[in-house]
């Protein structure tokens, strides 16, 4: 089964230094849905110290839980994001939500 649009928590706006936490979640996907960020329209690598694009950000994506957690946010956190909910059936995206930092 095709996983139903996400629903995706986006904080609206979060102070420098504190942690952040964006949640994304569906559960109609058979099966289970795995969980995939983008920012910008960008993908976050699932671990933020493989990644080049964020090598200032520190963060620990949860693909199973579709968690999304900064540990300190800093300027160049702040963005649009999304969520990409899939399975074997297919993909289904929430809209795109401002982080401000």
Not at 8 to 21: E, L, M, Q
Not at 68 to 78: I, N, P
Request: hydrophobic share 25%.
């Amino acid at each position: 089964v095709k996983p139903m649009t996400p629903r995706c928590s986006v904080p609206k706006a979060v102070p420098v230094g504190k942690s952040a936490s964006l949640h994304c979640h569906e559960n109609e996907g058979f099966p289970k849905s795995t969980y995939s960020w983008y920012r910008n329209s960008e993908p976050l690598s699932p671990d933020s110290k493989s990644s080049t694009k964020s090598h200032n950000s520190s963060y620990t994506l949860n693909p199973a839980t579709g968690t999304l957690v900064f540990h300190a946010v800093h300027k160049g956190d702040t963005g649009r994001y999304s969520c990409i909910a899939t399975n074997e059936a297919g993909f289904a995206k929430c809209e795109e939500q401002e982080m401000e930092v």
